[in-house]
């Protein structure tokens, strides 16, 4: 069965950089075909895509976030990373990491998603 | 960047038929990139509900259906239950291989 879960930082102070972990059990982050994403929503609002990272380490990032985002994997633990420097409170949100496995019928949907991890942002 | 516009709100009495609509433009659903829908219920994570336009994960009703057309898609929610009280949010892609989600839509049972 595969599960992915979010962990990190509950609080963090404005300026400082978040780091986050999303770690991966029951599939390989190195097997061909598998896209790991970092998606947020803040509270009461939609979704919005941040980052994403493919098994041979191609990194997409979101434009308007791109400068203060970077996407990492560490394939011996199974976990991807993401940091978000120069944090502010309107980032406050609920963090998750979805699965994308373009071998599979659902090609590029999100098909599994973690519980998320709420981050505040606050002095 | 891409945005997906959807209705904030759209509401049916159980047993009715209920439409959510995306919206999107020629440079992300137009320009020939799959729609995917996902449902969320409350304080819950998102659920991919329709893959690719129109088809179903293993487990989800028959009562919930996709399609698109155009610049546009729509999910369709036929014999509405008091369970299908959620947020919905339809995703696609643009040229960039940038992830867009729509702006969401609550669904309420009367």
């Known amino acids: 069965q595969v599960t992915l879960r979010e962990s990190g930082p509950a609080l963090v102070k404005p300026t400082q950089t978040l780091t986050l972990t999303c770690t991966f059990s029951?599939?390989?982050?190195?097997?061909?075909?598998?896209?790991v994403s970092w998606i947020r929503q803040p509270p009461g609002k939609a979704l919005e895509w941040l980052a994403r990272?493919?098994?041979?380490?191609?990194?997409y990032y979101s434009s308007s976030l791109k400068t203060r985002l970077t996407i990492s994997k560490d394939t011996s633990k199974n976990q991807v990373v993401l940091t978000m420097t120069n944090m502010d409170p309107v980032d406050t949100a609920t963090y998750y990491c979805?699965?994308?496995?373009?071998?599979?019928?659902?090609?590029?949907?999100?098909?599994?998603w973690g519980q998320g991890t709420m981050v505040n942002v606050s002095s | 960047q891409s945005v997906l516009t959807q209705p904030p709100s759209v509401s049916g009495a159980p047993g009715q038929r209920v439409t959510i609509s995306c919206t999107g433009s020629?440079?992300?659903?137009?320009?020939?990139?799959?729609v995917h829908w996902y449902q969320q219920l409350p304080e819950r994570a998102p659920k991919l509900l329709i893959y690719t336009n129109s088809n179903r994960p293993s487990g989800v009703p028959d009562r919930f259906s996709g399609s698109k057309s155009g610049t546009s898609a729509s999910l369709a929610i036929t014999g509405l239950q008091a369970e299908d009280e959620a947020d919905y949010y339809c995703?696609?892609?643009?040229?960039?291989?940038?992830?867009?989600f729509g702006t969401g839509t609550k669904v309420t049972v009367l």
């Open positions: 990272i493919d098994w041979d380490d191609v990194k």
């Open positions: 979805a699965r994308i496995d373009t071998t599979i019928v659902t090609h590029d949907a999100f098909d599994m």
């Open positions: 029951g599939l390989s982050l190195s097997t061909s075909g598998l896209c």
């Open positions: 995703q696609s892609y643009d040229s960039s291989l940038s992830a867009f």
């Open positions: 020629s440079s992300n659903i137009g320009a020939g990139y799959d």
